[in-house]
């Protein structure tokens, strides 16, 4: 089945700086990869996606790459502030006629400090 | 349009005792995903359904089941609950089988 690898676990950053969190995925026949923000106490919540025949997508400070050859993709979040803070969750999916199953990264805890 | 909703959000058990967990989809979604959440294991797929129909099941012990109704709402039921089942219960819903999910609020299980 899907593996689906998250780095770093930890990631603390200065406000008004970059993060970058990073993904690889398994397999090959994996289309589908949303980002989730989880807050502390909170439900997961989706920030963005891409599917695999787009190669970057941009929401605001939120950015996503996909690199299909290589499997993996990238959360880019640039201007970092306080409310960035909280766990970052990558999946990938092999959407089909059959469904749609989520295998989920292990979750980078972003620190956004003052 | 409300958002996914999950009751009860807050639970407590004892060892061998069942449980059962309800998820009520956004109006107009069809599908519904499981997950467990865990510090230990993440967040690990139970099974999905869509037009009352399972359509993809996780690597979880036949323990965990569930079903849902007409009206697109979904129950997961677990029965003989072991110490190790406590975790947060999350669903999501999506339009179709193959779109964004978005997640309920979740229910948190405690098994003593």
């Known amino acids: 089945g899907e593996n689906v690898e998250q780095h770093p676990s930890t990631l603390s950053v200065q406000e008004g700086d970059s993060a970058v969190i990073k993904c690889t995925y398994s397999?090959?026949?994996?289309?589908?990869f949303p980002w989730y923000k989880q807050e502390l106490g909170k439900r997961p919540q989706l920030i963005i996606d891409?599917?695999?025949?787009?190669g970057e997508k941009k929401d605001q400070r939120i950015a996503v790459t996909l690199n299909k050859t290589a499997k993996h993709f990238s959360l880019h979040i640039t201007e970092t502030q306080p409310e960035d803070s909280a766990v970052y969750f990558c999946?990938?999916?092999?959407?089909?006629?059959?469904?749609?199953?989520?295998?989920f990264g292990t979750g980078t805890q972003l620190k956004v400090e003052l | 349009k409300a958002g996914v909703t999950q009751t009860p959000r807050y639970l407590i058990k004892t060892r061998g005792q069942q449980v059962t967990l309800s998820c009520s989809p956004i109006?107009?979604?069809?599908?519904v995903s499981w997950y467990q959440q865990t510090p230990g294991q993440g967040l690990q797929f139970l099974f999905e359904?869509?037009?009352?129909?399972?359509?993809n099941k996780g690597n979880f012990p036949g323990r965990f089941s569930g079903r849902q109704f007409s009206n697109s709402r979904s129950e997961m039921n677990v029965s003989t609950l072991e110490l190790g089942d406590s975790a947060l219960y999350l669903c999501?819903?999506?339009?179709?089988?193959?779109?964004?999910?978005?997640f309920g609020p979740g229910t948190r299980l405690t098994v003593l």
């Open positions: 999501a819903s999506s339009p179709q089988a193959y779109n964004e999910q978005f």
């Open positions: 397999d090959s026949a994996s289309n589908y």
């Open positions: 891409i599917r695999s025949n787009v």
């Open positions: 999946a990938a999916s092999k959407v089909t006629g059959g469904g749609n199953k989520l295998t």
């Open positions: 109006s107009g979604h069809r599908s």
């Open positions: 359904y869509f037009s009352e129909t399972q359509r």
